[in-house]
T-cell receptor, first 114, second 112 residues
Framework: DAGVIQSPRHEVTEMGQEVTLRCKPISGHDYLFWYRQTMMRGLELLIYFNNNVPIDDSGMPEDRFSAKMPNASFSTLKIQPSEPRDSAVYFC????????????FGPGTRLTVT | GENVEQHPSTLSVQEGDSAVIKCTYSDSASNYFPWYKQELGKRPQLIIDIRSNVGEKKDQRIAVTLNKTAKHFSLHITETQPEDSAVYFCAAKYTGFQKLVFGTGTRLLVSP
């Protein structure tokens, strides 16, 4: 298996622009997680899905952030409009099934908003 | 609410020494405790985990211990090597949720 795949790996954009981050979980995994990592705030869970349904979005910072999972093999995290404080590394992770709690992380997307 | 505290934030050791990182959690019903290693510029990777029905688990040079009464768990690395240098994160899974709550990380530096 190729593991969790994320794209793009790096994104540089200007303030106010829309940013879309993409994730393909490991095939057969039921859970998908989006995290944000910064030096100041560490590793924060933004939202997670179970079988494509959002379960907990309490970590989504504000309405500028939205996430979707239209099918079992694809998810997006969108920021519109982007702000400099959104600059961070965004990780996607997947987990096999309920009762199996290991999470496997993708390589991350480094987002820079200027 | 859910909270995981991790100490120390940085740890410097000489090659061959042991390193210990400690975490405490707040939910007494928490039942799964993984440790992740993150090298510079890379993704967090699971290195060892423990469930609440055991007190200790070992895998070669790394071990994790769990004290459910005190609500803390620790990562032990013996015979440290320079390639052990990384940031280590503990986490706890809370009952009723599939999500993990992560500690703030420990930067381990192993000097040759």
């Amino acid at each position: 298996d190729a593991g969790v795949i994320q794209s793009p790996r790096h994104e540089v954009t200007e303030m106010g622009q829309e940013v879309t981050l993409r994730c393909k979980p490991i095939s057969g995994h039921d859970y998908l997680f989006w995290y944000r990592q910064t030096m100041m705030r560490g590793l924060e869970l933004l939202i997670y899905f179970n079988n494509n349904v959002p379960i907990d979005d309490s970590g989504m910072p504000e309405d500028r952030f939205s996430a979707k999972m239209p099918n079992a093999s694809f998810s997006t995290l969108k920021i519109q409009p982007s702000e400099p404080r959104d600059s961070a590394v965004y990780f996607c992770a997947s987990s096999p099934r309920q009762g199996s709690y290991e999470q496997y992380f993708g390589p991350g997307t480094r987002l820079t908003v200027t | 609410g859910e909270n995981v505290e991790q100490h120390p934030s940085t740890l410097s050791v000489q090659e061959g020494d042991s390193a210990v990182i400690k975490c405490t959690y707040s939910d007494s019903a928490s039942n799964y405790f993984p440790w992740y290693k993150q090298e510079l510029g890379k993704r967090p990777q699971l290195i060892i985990d423990i469930r609440s029905n055991v007190g200790e688990k070992k895998d070669q040079r790394i071990a994790v211990t769990l004290n459910k009464t005190a609500k803390h768990f620790s990562l032990h690395i013996t015979e440290t090597q320079p390639e052990d240098s990384a940031v280590y994160f503990c986490a706890a899974k809370y009952t009723g949720f599939q999500k993990l709550v992560f500690g703030t990380g420990t930067r381990l530096l192993v000097s040759p």
